[in-house]
C-alpha cells in the first residue's frame, strides 16, 4: 500500500529563526504555533494551541532568517518526520518535525497600519480555497476507490453466476492416413 506524507499548517511563528549552516546545506529551525477555536458541550469557546517544530533546509532557509521574525504568520507545507537522538545523559529523546518544502509568508498581524493587512483576507481565503481543494480530491480519490471496489465484487459475483457447460468428448475417429 502506497503511503501520503503530507502537512499543510498556518499559524504563528513562537521564536526568532534559528539559522546554520551545516555541511549538508543551510537549515533555519521555527516554532510555530497553530489556534483551534471552538465551542465546547457546555457551549463555552475553547481556544486549543498546536506547537510544531519546523526545518527548512535550502536557499528557502535563508528566506526565512532574513524576512522572518517572532510573531509572523506563515504557512508551512511539507512532511512529517520523526527524529530521535541520545541526549548528554545517554537517554533517547525523540519528536516530531515538519521538514518544510514551501513557506508562505503570511501578513504581519502585529503591523495593523500596515498596507499588508489588508491582503489578510484574500490570502485567508486563498487558504480555504486550498484546503478545500485538498479535501475535494481526497473525496474522489475516496469515490474512486469505493467504484473500483464495487466494480470488483461485481464482477466476482457475476462470474459465480456462470453456468458451467459439460462438454461431451466423442472417441478419436478412425481414419485411412498412413502416419
Not at 18 to 41: D, F, H, I, P, T
Not at 42 to 70: H, T
Amino acid at each position: 500500500m502506497s503511503s501520503f506524507n503530507k502537512v499543510i499548517m498556518a499559524g504563528n511563528l513562537t521564536r526568532d529563526p534559528e539559522y546554520k549552516q551545516l555541511a549538508n546545506g543551510a537549515v533555519c529551525r521555527l516554532g510555530l504555533a497553530s489556534n483551534r477555536q471552538y465551542k465546547s458541550k457546555q457551549g463555552d469557546m475553547v481556544q486549543e494551541v498546536c506547537y510544531v517544530d519546523i526545518d527548512v533546509w535550502g536557499p528557502q532557509a535563508e528566506s526565512c532568517n532574513q524576512y522572518l521574525q517572532k510573531g509572523r504568520a506563515v504557512l508551512i507545507e511539507g512532511r512529517l518526520k520523526f527524529d530521535s537522538w541520545k541526549d548528554n545523559e545517554g537517554q533517547t529523546r525523540s519528536k516530531h518535525v515538519i521538514v518544510a518544502d514551501r513557506v508562505v509568508f503570511l501578513y504581519n498581524q502585529s503591523a495593523e497600519s500596515n498596507t499588508e493587512t489588508s491582503k489578510a483576507p484574500k490570502l485567508d481565503k486563498e487558504i480555504e480555497d486550498q484546503l478545500a481543494r485538498i479535501k475535494e480530491s481526497r473525496e474522489k480519490s475516496e469515490e474512486k476507490i469505493i467504484a473500483s471496489k464495487a466494480v470488483s465484487k461485481k464482477k466476482a459475483q457475476e462470474s459465480e453466476n456462470i453456468p458451467e457447460v459439460d462438454f461431451q468428448d466423442e472417441p478419436p475417429f478412425q481414419d485411412d492416413l498412413p502416419f
